[in-house]
């Protein structure tokens, strides 16, 4: 007995070493509601005001006391977030990493360094890269999440890296839910595509309660992203005025901007 009593301690010292000296296991520990993915388009078809106000829009939401609200209404009362910029198939930067927000006050730090931190733009649009990215972020949180979302904004359609529909595909296999914000407040141009919010239902969202909320003026733009964010933080169904995923039979071309880009090529 005496025996099995000094090995009880043993082991227990032992833990207690091992998350002290690897403070990852005690992180792997956190429980929350939900892991978000908040990956941001910057380029260059994105113009210098549509980046402000699209950083605006995700300071503004987790400003709020909806969202807040929405948080704490929640199972755990707590959920992890990072926000990504990308571009190109290998430009993917980690703008703030992953956070616990459950107070008021880690929303509003959040929210900050959204907001601070300097504007860039690059070249090209790989929607298939940023999901990638999110995927192998989720590996990275030390969260054990009820709810695995990408939420994925951009103004155009995929045009480099490995087609958007194998990047979503393998994401939706892992249990992960993508969600999006096609940005449409321009006439389309030259690597532009008309209907982008139903590139955004054919090729881009997909998962359990997969929804988007199209952006097609500048004063719905901020609005349009708190709402996005409430509706992923609650766990709520899209009203019926926001487009979702359905098992109809595609109306978009999943590969427009890879051809328009072979096209711009051969002139």
């Given at each position: 007995m ?6 009880r301690?043993a ?17 792997a ?21 549509e ?12 400003r709020?006391k ?8 929640g199972?755990?009362?707590k959920i992890?977030v ?13 703008i ?31 929607i ?16 054990t ?9 951009g103004?155009?359609p ?15 296999a ?38 988007m ?5 500048r ?12 509706l ?9 005025t ?22 711009r090529?051969?002139?």
């Amino acid at each position: 007995m005496v025996r099995d009593g000094f090995a009880r301690a043993a082991a227990g010292l032992a833990l207690v070493f091992a998350l002290l000296t690897h403070p990852g296991l005690a992180r792997a520990q956190t429980e929350v509601d939900l892991a978000l993915v908040l990956a941001v388009d910057i380029s260059f078809s994105m113009d210098t005001e549509e980046q402000a106000l699209q950083r605006e829009g995700f300071a503004q939401a987790f400003r709020s006391k909806q969202v807040h609200d929405a948080i704490r209404g929640g199972m755990l009362g707590k959920i992890a977030v990072t926000y990504v910029e990308w571009a190109g198939s290998s430009d993917q930067k980690v703008i703030v990493p992953w956070t616990i927000l459950d107070n008021s006050e880690s929303l509003m730090a959040f929210a900050e360094r959204i907001a601070s931190t300097p504007l860039r733009r690059a070249q090209r649009t790989s929607i298939s890269g940023a999901l990638d990215f999110g995927v192998k972020l989720f590996a990275e949180s030390n969260v054990t999440p009820t709810r695995r979302v990408i939420d994925v904004s951009g103004d155009g359609p995929n045009n480099q890296g490995r087609i958007v529909t194998e990047a979503r595909k393998e994401a939706v296999a892992k249990g992960i839910t993508v969600n999006g914000l096609p940005i449409m407040m321009r006439r389309p141009g030259y690597l532009d595509i008309q209907d982008l919010d139903l590139y955004y239902k054919d090729c881009v969202i997909g998962g359990q309660g997969a929804f988007m909320v199209p952006v097609r003026e500048r004063d719905q733009f901020v609005q349009a992203i708190k709402t996005k964010v409430l509706l992923e933080v609650a766990n709520l169904t899209p009203p019926r005025t926001l487009i979702h995923r359905t098992q109809n039979t595609p109306t978009a071309n999943c590969l427009a901007g890879e051809m328009q880009w072979r096209d711009r090529g051969n002139n």
